[in-house]
């Protein structure tokens, strides 16, 4: 079965610096999908970014970025120039191609100061 | 138009008691799930349809029971409600075709607390 794994229950940074969060799974399958998600205080999942397991190449979308690194299972999230609206809870997700199933690490809050 | 939406967004109610949240996406996506989130915050999967079949079903007690009338919906039914139900349950659907993949798109989320 597979897993996900988030290993900082917490992170700060500040304003405008920089800031990553881990994540590593684990999987037999060749074909998966990986999310980043977001879940501010109002509670709704938003989608961060997206990355297909077959695509080398990082995925970003603006000041978020990744690093998948297929090899080792591991799929970082990095937030350029943080901003305070960036402050949640940040969930990596798993989607299996083969089975639709769709399972999530335990998150990380991250907090973001002045 | 809100993409996936659940009803009720709040549920209070008493143990032992039964009760339904609905969900109803108007995506066209044909999988849909149900998520449970603790207080923790662990998202954990409860239950996957895909075109109304069921697809997951996590080793969650019996006391619940998705409905799917169509692939539009998915409903979830909880009898005999415990103190430990308590927690917020998420709907979401999602496509996939081949390598036509969608993320999933999620319900405001239904917060349900046992008293």
């Known amino acids: 079965a597979q897993t996900v794994t988030q290993s900082q229950p917490e992170m700060s940074v500040q304003e405008a610096e920089t800031v990553t969060l881990s994540c590593t799974y684990d999987t037999s399958e060749s074909d998966y999908y990986l999310f980043w998600y977001k879940q501010p205080p109002s509670r709704q999942m938003i989608l961060v970014i997206r990355q297909e397991a077959y695509k080398q190449q990082n995925a970003t979308e603006n000041r978020f970025s990744v690093n998948f690194q297929k090899a080792a299972k591991s799929f970082s999230l990095k937030i350029s120039d943080s901003q305070l609206g960036d402050a949640a809870m940040y969930f990596c997700a798993y989607l299996s191609y083969n089975t639709d199933k769709l399972i999530f690490g335990t998150g990380t809050r991250l907090q973001v100061f002045p | 138009d809100t993409a996936v939406s659940q009803t009720p967004k709040y549920l209070v109610t008493q143990m032992g008691n039964d009760k339904s949240i609905k969900c109803e996406q108007n995506?066209?996506?044909?999988?849909m799930y149900w998520y449970k989130q603790d207080s923790k915050k662990f998202l954990k999967i409860m239950f996957s349809?895909?075109?109304?079949?069921?697809?997951i079903n996590e080793t969650v007690p019996n006391r619940f029971s998705p409905k799917s009338p169509d692939k539009a919906h998915l409903n979830l039914h909880i009898n005999s409600l415990e103190l430990g139900d308590s927690a917020v349950y998420f709907c979401a659907s999602s496509f996939a075709r081949g390598r036509i993949v969608t993320e999933a798109f999620f319900g405001q989320g239904t917060r349900l607390t046992v008293v």
């Open positions: 995506l066209g996506h044909d999988t």
């Open positions: 349809y895909n075109n109304k079949e069921l697809i």
